[in-house]
T-cell receptor, first 110, second 113 residues
């Protein structure tokens, strides 16, 4: 069974700081990875894809390290609105669908 | 507007009283699924459907039923709810099981007393 493991946090970070968190995966056959964001009591939404070459979207950078089997998310110049739970998601390629991590809770403090 | 809708959003019920949570999507997606989310356990898939009349068990199907008679609708049925089914439920849809972007409904918070 594929597993995606995350530190649940919470990560308490002052506004404007840079924060990074990782998740690890156990199935080396997993083809792709993604970060979803979930606001309190709301539905998860796709944040960004993760590539071995890195993927940057504004203040967010996602990276995949296949050799060490971990995925990272870096948030620069953090905003209060970044406070949320970030779900690491693995995709085995079709038959297995998505595997969700339990999420990392991020709190940006003023 | 492309969306997944769920009803009801909140429900308090008693043990053993049958209930149905409806889910509907307007994106013509083939794949639909139900998840429950519990503190410390994350999202766990209950059932999924790859197309009309095709459904299969996820990781935690016990105590639940589903049906997919139309492409847009995927109701979740609890024939005899129990307190351990108190949870936050999400319906989701995507173009196919192979698609990585799932669109989630707003969630249904169910309490079984």
């Amino acid at each position: 069974r594929k597993e995606v493991e995350q530190d649940p946090g919470p990560f308490n970070v002052p506004e404007g700081a840079t924060v990074a968190f990782n998740c690890t995966y156990s199935n080396s056959a997993s083809q792709s990875f993604f970060w979803y964001r979930q606001d309190c009591r709301k539905e998860p939404k796709l944040l960004m894809s993760v590539y071995s070459s890195g993927n940057e979207d504004g203040r967010f950078t996602a990276q995949l390290n296949r050799a060490s089997q971990y995925i990272s998310l870096l948030i620069r110049d953090s905003k209060l609105s970044d406070s949320a739970t970030y779900l690491c998601v693995g995709w085995g390629g079709g038959a297995d669908g998505l595997t969700f991590g339990k999420g990392t809770h991020l709190i940006i403090q003023p | 507007e492309a969306q997944v809708t769920q009803n009801p959003r909140y429900l308090i019920t008693v043990t053993g009283k049958k209930l149905t949570v409806t889910c509907s999507q307007n994106m013509n997606h083939e794949y639909m699924s139900w998840y429950r989310q519990d503190p410390g356990l994350g999202l766990r898939q209950i059932y999924y459907s790859m197309n009309v009349e095709v459904t299969d068990k996820g990781d935690v199907p016990e105590g639940y039923k589903v049906s997919r008679k139309e492409k847009r609708n995927f109701p979740l049925i609890l024939e005899s709810p129990s307190p351990n089914q108190t949870s936050l439920y999400f319906c989701a849809s995507s173009l196919s099981r192979a698609a990585y972007e799932q669109y989630f409904g707003p969630g249904t918070r169910l309490t079984v007393t």
